[in-house]
């Protein structure tokens, strides 16, 4: 054999791998690419398009969302409150007739107080009463500074107005007076 014969018959592992037909590769015309890209924008318009519409119907459903909740949260204190007006309509029914006296009407008055107050307790309302407490400016409201032998100087004398607090919240201070200590002897 001859030299030319080996290289003819002795192929290399590069040969080997090489497709013995190569396929011949189709470019896509200009033509053809455009139109691909515009079919894509149309499709990301699209989904662009729907997405704003889904973000607009999400934000008109949460403002009707968030109405309603504020047009119905206190439902729950509302149905609690309905016997509390059945009671005080019951108590000025009573009230009207000839035949009772003023005692019966404040003791009915003092059980619908306390149904009352027991109603909005349980709804989160938590009365602030600091008679003979320390004045704290952050829950009371100081009106009045007088003297007193009897309470110590920054001691709460007198409540005028109860405050209020709901869930924590201060909603009204208590309005109060506070002592100053003992009255000052006056020399002269």
Request: charged letters at 25%; glycine letters at 6%; a negative charge.
């Given at each position: 054999m001859s030299q030319t014969d080996q290289t003819e018959t002795t192929a290399t592992p590069a040969d080997a791998a090489a497709p013995t037909a190569a396929a011949p590769v189709v470019q896509p015309t200009q033509d053809?690419?455009?139109?691909?890209?515009?079919?894509?924008?149309?499709a990301a318009h699209e989904r662009y398009l729907r997405a704003?519409?889904?973000?607009?119907?999400?934000?008109?459903?949460?403002?009707?969302?968030?109405?309603e909740l504020r047009q119905y949260?206190?439902?729950?204190?509302?149905?609690?409150?309905?016997?509390?007006?059945?009671?005080?309509?019951?108590?000025?029914?009573?009230?009207?007739?000839?035949?009772?006296?003023?005692?019966?009407?404040a003791d009915g008055v003092t059980l619908v107080m306390e149904q009352l107050k027991s109603t909005?307790?349980?709804?989160?309302?938590?009365e602030i009463n600091p008679a003979g407490q320390t004045f704290?400016?952050?829950q009371q409201e100081c009106?009045?500074?007088q003297p007193s032998g009897e309470f110590a100087a920054e001691l709460v004398m007198q409540v005028v107005r109860l405050g209020y607090t709901l869930n924590g919240r201060l909603l009204r201070p208590a309005s109060v007076i506070v002592s100053s200590g003992p009255a000052a002897e006056s020399k002269v």
């Amino acid at each position: 054999m001859s030299q030319t014969d080996q290289t003819e018959t002795t192929a290399t592992p590069a040969d080997a791998a090489a497709p013995t037909a190569a396929a011949p590769v189709v470019q896509p015309t200009q033509d053809e690419l455009l139109l691909a890209a515009k079919k894509d924008v149309a499709a990301a318009h699209e989904r662009y398009l729907r997405a704003v519409a889904d973000l607009e119907n999400f934000r008109k459903r949460t403002v009707r969302d968030k109405d309603e909740l504020r047009q119905y949260a206190n439902s729950s204190l509302m149905e609690d409150l309905i016997p509390v007006l059945d009671n005080l309509g019951l108590g000025l029914a009573a009230a009207r007739t000839q035949q009772t006296d003023g005692k019966s009407i404040a003791d009915g008055v003092t059980l619908v107080m306390e149904q009352l107050k027991s109603t909005l307790t349980r709804h989160g309302l938590k009365e602030i009463n600091p008679a003979g407490q320390t004045f704290d400016p952050n829950q009371q409201e100081c009106i009045a500074h007088q003297p007193s032998g009897e309470f110590a100087a920054e001691l709460v004398m007198q409540v005028v107005r109860l405050g209020y607090t709901l869930n924590g919240r201060l909603l009204r201070p208590a309005s109060v007076i506070v002592s100053s200590g003992p009255a000052a002897e006056s020399k002269v």
